[in-house]
């Protein structure tokens, strides 16, 4: 059976340990990224590379060629926006902490597979990136 590849993107390493240990130890192979400018190089490899992507929408601020951005949820959003462009048909499950959660997910219900509200228990989220990948 093949591996489920996983782009992670979240620029809080020290939360996202938990998940990445629980993510690598239920056989998915994961690469985690903490900067938009690494996230879109990764995405640029091709839609081949990654089966999912998980995406947390407060990020720090980013380049995207000569724009920048400030950083929290207008990053995620904008880079949320690029990632759709580069890989259109992957599942794209974002987590969020904001306390905006309602308004960030109506925001951005149209790009995603499911806006899912930190903390979220690594069990919940591996469910979700099994749902969203079965048939790939």
Known sequence: MKQTRILLIDDDPFFMRQHIDYLKAEEFDVLHITSVES????????A???DVVILDIMMPPGKYGKESTE???RTGIRLLEE??????????IVLTFTPEFYNVQERIESKVTVCLRKPILPSELVSWIRTSTKGL
Request: proline content about 8%; cysteine-free; overall charge neutral.
């Open 71 to 73: 950083g929290g949820i």
């Open 83 to 92: 990632l759709r462009k580069l890989l259109p048909v992957i599942p794209i």
């Open 39 to 46: 996230a879109l190089q990764a995405a640029e490899s091709g």
């Open 48 to 50: 081949e590379a990654f």
